[in-house]
């Protein structure tokens, strides 16, 4: 992943389109998001927390776990100044090691795209899940007009929930919910939640 460029936008993140997207990615996810009473959260990838913050709410526990230490940095401060008591950030790259935490819900929104191996991070994902527990994946649909060494360009419906079978996920579903202009890579393109179950 592009640590280096993440590490450097860290602190200037919070722009006013991230924070409108995250809105409508925040509002989608609600509509998934019910008996989260008692349960722990992992939003994977956090950032500064756009998604996971504002769910620590509804949540017993969330952990916010992202590779880029700069972003951690920010989550950590932002759960300082709000005070957050049941919020724990912490760097994180699955692909490098395992983790030991075990959450009932996973989150993971906007980072598929910034990896090599899609299907490893899938397949960590599954592992870091309670058995029972949900998984909601947030990333771009396929889209042939973005071209960027760094970033895939986005995930066919079929791709991604052949993954997630690979991985062993149930119950997989998978829906475009928001098409925005010059969203992914100065493009307009469409974004899709991929939910399934352990
Ligand atoms: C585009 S941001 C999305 C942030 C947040 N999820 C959101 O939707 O607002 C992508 C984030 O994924 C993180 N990331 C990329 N690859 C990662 C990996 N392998 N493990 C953990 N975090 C990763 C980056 O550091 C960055 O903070």
């Known amino acids: 992943m592009n640590e280096e460029i993440f590490n450097e936008i860290a602190k200037r993140y919070d722009n006013e389109e991230r924070r409108h997207l995250a809105g409508i990615i925040l509002n989608e996810l609600k ?18 927390g756009l998604l996971g913050l504002e769910l620590s709410d509804s949540f017993e526990k969330v952990h916010l776990a992202d590779a880029s230490s700069e972003m951690v940095k920010v989550l950590k401060e932002k759960i300082d100044i709000a005070n957050i008591k049941n919020a724990q950030a912490q760097e994180m790259n699955l692909l490098e090691s395992d983790t030991i935490i075990k959450a009932d819900t996973i989150i993971m929104s906007l980072v598929l795209l910034h990896v090599k191996d899609h299907q490893k991070l899938i397949q960590k994902l599954y592992d870091a899940l309670s058995d029972g527990g949900e998984v909601y994946i947030v990333d771009f649909d396929k889209n042939d007009q973005v071209t960027h060494p760094k970033v895939t360009n986005g995930f066919t419906h079929g791709n991604l929930k052949e993954m997630m079978e690979n991985a062993g996920f149930k119950n997989i579903k998978v829906k475009n ?19 399934a179950e352990k």
């Open 177 to 195: 919910f928001y098409e925005g202009k010059e969203i992914f890579v100065k493009t307009d393109a469409t974004v899709l939640i991929a939910s």
């Open 31 to 48: 509509q998934h998001l019910d008996n989260t009473e008692g349960k722990v959260l992992l939003d994977y990838g956090a950032g500064t």
